[in-house]
Structure formats: C-alpha cells, structure tokens
C-alpha cells in the first residue's frame, strides 16, 4: 500500500511538470524576421529570406551602419536588441555593388500567394535608410508582396508592427535603376 500511494504521488507529480512545460511552450511564438525583394522599376516580388531567432525580444529595433559611397560604400542592418545583422550590402559608386547577407533568397515562385487577404488594417512603414529624403508611395510598392501567404501570416501574428524596408541601391552616380530592390524587414 506504501508503494501504491508512493507512486500515484511521483504520477501527479510527473503530469503536473509534464502539462506545466508543455503549456509555456505551445504559448511561445517562434521570434521570425523576413526580408523581401521587390524590384524597384517594376514593383515585382523577386524573393525572401525567413530567419528564425532563439531567443524573443520585447521590441524591434534596426541599427544601421553606413558607409558612403565615395568609392566603396555599405549598408549594415542590424536587429538590435539581438545585436543580428539581418542586411550587409555594397554601395558603389559608377559600380554595381552586391548583397553579401542574407546570401540567399527563397525565389518568389516557392511563396504562395492568396487570393484573399487576412483583414488587418494597412501597415504603417518606416524607411530605415532613405538618405535623400525621397517621399514613396509605400502602400503601393507594398501591393508586391500583401497577396503573400507568410506575409498575411506575420501581419496577424503581430498587427501593429511596424514594416521596415528601404531602397538598396548597389550603384549610385550613374546607377542602374535596373539594379535597385526594395527591402522589406518584418517581425512576426
């Protein structure tokens, strides 16, 4: 009788341990960042890159280093609070620079596109490196990638977030237009 009561304590003890566990982590989203490539002249979705972080963070911030291109320039995007370069790109001037992180891209035909759209209200963006202070119809240039299935998946997973992006430029002087990609930065 000792031994029953012995184990029946040591079972409840092991389910309670058991069910604690498995309630804090089917609560826990996973913390992503997705970067997605939309041609410049034509607004078309060339391709995205998903990272998934091990650890969470209460908010998101992008730093950023830049170095001008006054032969060979850079931009560095940074997630801070996880001090993760999510972007590293070149700048050249009369060049044509090129992205050295993420070093590839998911093509745009690997992404489902819907035919409807989850009912969240239009994003609010934000340019995180615009050094010319071009005003963008950003809504517009959004329009590539809102049909996208993991696009209307991070906007419900986190509605008020706020969509980064900003125009990579990897030649600038005479730059070829043909060349320049928005950059999309989402946190679900």
Same mark, same amino acid.
């Given at each position: ?11 409840? $003890? ?15 989203? !996973? ?28 908010? &998101?911030?992008?730093?950023? $280093?830049? *170095? #001008?291109? %006054?032969?060979? %320039?850079?931009? @560095? ?11 590293? %790109? ?8 090129? *992205? ?9 035909? $690997?992404?489902? &596109? ?31 990638? =809102? ?7 991070? =906007?419900?997973?986190? #509605? ?9 430029? !990897? ?7 043909? $060349?320049?990609?928005?950059?999309? *930065? *989402? @946190?679900?």
């Amino acid at each position: 009788m000792k031994y029953l009561l012995f184990f029946a304590l040591v079972c409840i $003890q092991v389910s309670c341990v058991s069910n604690s566990n498995t309630d804090s982590n089917t609560s826990l989203t !996973p913390n992503k960042v997705l970067l997605l490539k939309v041609d410049y002249e034509t607004n078309t979705f060339e391709g995205g890159n998903e990272t998934t972080f091990p650890s969470s963070t209460a908010s &998101f911030t992008l730093t950023k $280093q830049v *170095i #001008p291109p %006054g032969d060979f %320039g850079n931009i @560095k995007l940074f997630y801070s609070e996880l001090n993760y370069k999510l972007f590293d %790109g070149d700048i050249i001037w009369m060049g044509d620079g090129q *992205i050295h992180f993420p070093t590839s891209f998911l093509p745009a035909n $690997q992404y489902i &596109f819907l035919n409807t759209l989850v009912p969240i209200a239009d994003p609010v963006f934000e340019n995180v490196y615009n050094p010319d202070n071009t005003n963008y119809n950003y809504s517009e240039i959004f329009n590539a990638i =809102r049909y996208l299935e993991i696009v209307n998946q991070y =906007r419900a997973s986190n #509605p008020n977030a706020t969509v980064k992006l900003f125009l990579y430029t !990897p030649g600038v002087g005479v730059g070829d237009p043909s $060349q320049w990609k928005w950059i999309f *930065i *989402i @946190k679900n």
